[in-house]
């Protein structure tokens, strides 16, 4: 069975840190990977997935996310954290061998200070 | 133009009751779901329809029931409402249902029972 683990159910940076946050799948084969952004009140929207394409993966706002299949991560980063990147970030797998059901982790709720 | 969009946004109401949610999408997607959110912000998948064929059924109190009229219509019935009940209902809907398609959410429907 698949599953996927995000790191930190919460995370604070600094207006203009970096952001990291962590995430890893349990596969047996490497999955289709993503993250997801929910922004108050809102439903859920993709960053950017992992296909099997290029390991790293460019999102929307400047988000990006590599896929390492040794580590069984896909952390997402962005350079430098903005007031609006706070928001709830969900890591979600789903199979690529068939099967229709996508996992979404627990969520990491982002916090940006100013 | 909303892609993604669930009526009603809020509803309250006492246990015991039956209540309708109801999602379209006009993205010409064959695959649509119901997701619950609970409160920690977990989501967890209720059901999913390909071409109106249920493809996933969790374990679900059978006191709700989808129904999909039409490829771009998914509505959610639920029978005597419990306190338990209470979340958050979103609809996502995806070109088909493979593991690699991108979902797309609606806003969110907030269930409260009292």
Redesign the interface.
Known sequence: AQSVTQLGSHVSVSEGALVLLRCNYSSSVPPYLFWYVQYPNQGLQLLLKYTSAATLVKGINGFEAEFKKSETSFHLTKPSAHMSDAAEYFCAVSPNTGGFKTIFGAGTRLFVKA | DTA?SQTPKYLVTQMGNDKSIKCEQNLGHD?MYWYKQDS??????MF?Y?NKEL??NETVPNRFSPKSPDKAHLNLHINSLELGDSAVY?C?SSQG????D???????TRLTVL
């Open positions: 993604v695959t920690k912000k977990f989501l967890k998948i999913s390909n493809i996933i979103f996502a249902p493979l593991g690699g991108t979902q797309y959410f609606g806003p969110g």
